[in-house]
């Protein structure tokens, strides 16, 4: 879901040279084929529901970015590879013209695997033209689009990951992705009773400082007040997470909210996303098992819990006799003592839905138009997971998701407020 | 959408002695027959949507409310009018058992109309002994309750109004309400030209102060920061907002948030819920005319515009060039000087997400057992609205609606960040 | 679902007097007011699906027909009741103007019911006037139309009582109907064991003979050619079907059409639609009970089976190691000696689709726009039922339904191939 | 939609001879890859709408009949190449276990597609062995099965030809299929006017006669009584199908059905599924165009009209003054004087519901568990097309779909009854 850099972060940045970007352009787009490298072409044009989309759209789509947004604007003489893609692959820019219908990106046959590659090289080559060749004062105004470009494409990259994983987990033979360039789940950390470490509140900034890349719905920081709370030291278990199960969680309306009981009548949840219950035909044992992104693996104790929705976070928080934090309280206790897993294992639930901050401005043009267009309806994450490209977190980023996603990296960390 | 009170709250209540709660109760239990009095049977048996009840339904259930929670846990032999309407009338407690599914309450013409007014003076009638007869203790647990019981039964006075509304505008017909008891639509005020009002901003004390009733969605009461802004000093009328429409509000995407422009294209939304276009067959005329309680009159420019979405809310606001002030800013203007229109002509739309305030706490027991179960996806809206009973609202009061709903007397006011 | 008389039927018919015909449609007239006698306005308003209709709809309609295709057509000077009506009360003419949305009936509160029992009197004054006054000509012209209307109106007094029961089963209160006028249902005849009659087969003559009134899908009387087959001397009783549930018949796939497999999967169909298990806390009991016009009763095992499917009739008859007769085998088998039960007590799903006969032809005009058009998707029943108001049944009409059609009185007989 | 074949049919096979059969199984397995070698893995994955399969899964599925139905059965020792395939590619055998959901075939990345290939060999190898090695009493039990799976297998030819075509349609490249080894679209045959022919009627056999293989819905051989009539020599061209849509056929609701205008008005269809209008983005032009297997080809008025439904059918034979002919109708013009194109073009649909044939009985045993289980809901078209293998069809053959199916080589043959 990606949101775009203000303005102001655009201007302030500490613009690398023309050559360093070159080369993290390079790293950034061979990362994208190298995590998709494990998967056949067939693997790559499935789309499994209307929330996720094929691996060839992405690696498409991540392309028609720098197409539409940078090369057709900046490069003089471009000659588009397909003129076609600019329908196909746009995902939500209205002012960037009509769109093929999200629900049919698994249609996309053709273009094939391998036509989707050489439009990446075809927009390779361009970019380093662009970023070798421009004019000084097309540089200025090409380079912050180049940078966001690339974070851009890091979202999808995790995303990539996450939709995969999705589909495979709607295949019955349960297939393993192992994608090369990505380290194995970094879910088996060992888990300790969990620590309350108490955070004294006040006034607190937050929100990004204008020190490097931002989104733009990490800014204007501002100033927000906090009442004392208490935050746990690490992450929400999967041992944790089966005494809510064992005790009975999915059939007691009384800790859920509404909607979430209603999601979980109407969808039939008794577990996480991926959790195969003991018995299941697709993978026999007698235990519980976890399917990710290395397969079927029998669920880990101590590894954090991941694949939850928002409903499910909830009422996990609710029956430990805790809550969520709100995300200005998980912003502040990024950097307190004693306090672990805030980033690289999962994305976590806040308390907090997605509204704009305070003095949120969305950008001028088209890269700006829609800048805060899904700030409703929608709660914030925070941290980032294990899907999630090296350099691309921050402790300002704010993730978003509906409150009933299941296919993220999405767990949760348990605070409550001071005792007094 | 009932919310329940603080035990905080119900503790330092100044409570009004027997005899004056006595005729206030007959008083609230008066109001919801005398707005009634002009509907038929038949009128008061229809629902219209899943999200409306039939009036039947409301004076039925607010009925239950008393015997479900107060006369059944603490008047000593209290003898139910029939068991089954505590499956029939239940509305979400699902701590009181099974309910009536939502969705078919109006299939319910059995029991008659008439039946439901021997219910209701059933319950009144122990009521009146409760209140006169409890012994000292008992009457100590029972008058929160009591006192709670008016204000739910207050909550659903307004939405009987806006439920028959809703069912009346889907007759071709277009009758008129005209309920007795309640004031003509108070919605022609003069509008002059708007004016911003400059506020300071900085820490400011929000949520209820203990002194009188509450629901527990306003507590606690506590401290927030704002940085200054300015807010409108008058609601937006039908003649501003007939400007959006003229100017192709409802066919440009850059003024919605996504998830309205997607409603506004699958139910093909042109103008307000209940605004009917020129040479509309139901009520033909050369000019826009609204539909209310008081049935087809002409637009009038200088009334605030109603039955809106959160969605077109916020893209009027957008198109305006400004935004909706968060629920926090319109709290804190309530005594501004100059600000008018704060209550009593139609609910307003904030940019807050309906979430808990830092320190929320459920009450213990049946009543309080979700109360912050509607805590997601919802939208806050502030002040009150011609339908709302006399003495119901308060600076403080949290309603809230989902983005998407229009059958709600809801509109707007302006806001926007300080010019510096 | 009212068909209508083709051209050639009503040239031969033996035309009554205006005297008799004028007795007639007072009787007719006056029985649909007397099966609604015991329903309140408000049980008169309800829409319980989409299928289903109103009794007050039914009332009103029934009087559009004699208004829009005789009144306004042959009474010179007609004035109509309200010019709304047309447009309210039109059910499927599209030659007739546009149509209240047939799945919002239910939302008609107003006109009220006294006002569409006024409709009905202005109505029926208006047809008495023509009646006694036509000239010769018009009178030729009407004539057709008017007992067309009578049976029209004969049709749509069955569904009141089938719309209404199905209202009524929706209600967990599970009132009785009780309508004035019609016999208690005569589903309690004894039972014998079943006997098959032989049928010789060979060419027959099918279809309606001229004589009397017919609805043109009855048209033209023509040959047909049958192989011998044997056929129940009665119908299929209650105590036949429970055998049927007790050996497990709808859990065993192999006995469904595969649509009606899908749909015993996706409805949780265990038993006749108005059939209460023991055990339901509607009306506890510990044996079954069924629901019918005269409330819950206990099941009476000699009682045939009725609020069956057509997939349900198919799938009892194999696993009897039967079939469904074909509609030609039934009406070959009308007069056959020692056969029972043809008409009075439950329409009897055949095994044959609702095809046009050959040499079927629609009427000219407004009457006769759509006669076929019904004709695709539906499954033919013979016989009548305890709904079919007395004289309207006979050997050669042909009603039909969608195959999971639930809510008629409707059942079955079995048929099987001659053994040689 | 495969049926089975009758024990009477099995029975009186004139059976070839072992090697004759061997043939002939390499020859149809052969033309399944080869109408399929054009096509990409990710072609072959595909899945454009529930209705439709993956070419994958149509390759898999036809090995899996002959694995479970033959070499589970009678080929001793036989090991299954995979036994979760048994799972996976089981289409609609209750009898034979559970099924993966027929909607998320295309989610099917895994098994890959060269996987898939290697499953044919391994089945193919399985067969030939037990062709050649069978004892005698194996043989007579296995031949009838081997044959049934050979017919099974054209079936599925035709529809890989039509779902892969179906998902092309939906890709805005629209591109072209080509199939190796299928010959042009022979659609363009000149049209001359249409002549009427004259059919005597009487009593006609209808039905297999029992020579050569046929799938038990054909049986048994029976006779049947028709009136005289007339039938067209040719088909329905574009040509004469554009002037129905030039004379507004897709505007007036009194051409059509009633479920068949309704389709229209949700639908919006406005000219034949694959008919491409002047101005479509997708494939520019000033005239109407049509994609088929070939690509986007200009209409050509000579052509026979395809992709129509039965609902557009009926409405233009209605237009054309005009009806369809019955199944009988069409089968006793088979070899009429003058009569063409009756196979080889498009299916033709009928006026005849598929209902069974007096006296059909379903096989014993697991092929034959659900023979007449799809005999509901559905019409039958009689014929062959383009896309149907060489020698599949015979004058008898029964196809049978939805009315609302258009993704089918579908159109149409006019008749009417007799001038007398």
Known sequence: MPALPSTATIQHLDLPGRHGLLQRFAAVRAHSLAITSGLTPEDQCVQSMPDASPTKWHLAHTSWFFEAVVLSQHAAGYRAFDQRFFHLFNSYYEALGPRHPRAQRGLLTRPAHDEVLAYRMHVDAAMQALIETASHDTWLAAQPLVELGLHHEQQHQELILTDILHAFSCNPLLPACEPAGVPALRLAATASDPKWLAMPGGIVDMGHTGDGFAFDNETPRHQTLLAPYQIADRLVTCGDYAQ??????????????????????????????YWIAPGDARAPASHWQVFGLQ?????????????????????????????????????????????????????????????????????????????????VGQIVLRGSSVATPAGHARPTYRNFFPPAARWQFSGLRLAKDATC
């Open 244 to 273: 809510f199960i064992a005790d009975g969680g999915y059939e007691r309306a009384s800790f859920w909210l509404s909607d979430g009981w209603a999601a979980v009548q109407a969808a039939g949840w008794k577990a996480p996303a």
């Open 295 to 375: 397969g079927v693996r029998p669920l880990d104790p101590s590894a954090p819990v991941s694949q939850l929705s928002f409903y499910e976070a909830a009422a996990y928080a609710e029956w430990a006799g805790a809550r969520l934090p709100t995300e200005a309280e998980w912003e502040a206790a990024f950097t307190a003592p004693g306090i672990t897993q805030m980033t690289g294992h999962v994305w976590q639930w806040t308390r907090s839905s997605y509204d704009p901050y305070p003095g949120f401005r969305p950008l001028a043009g088209a890269v700006g138009e829609y800048n805060g267009k899904f700030m």
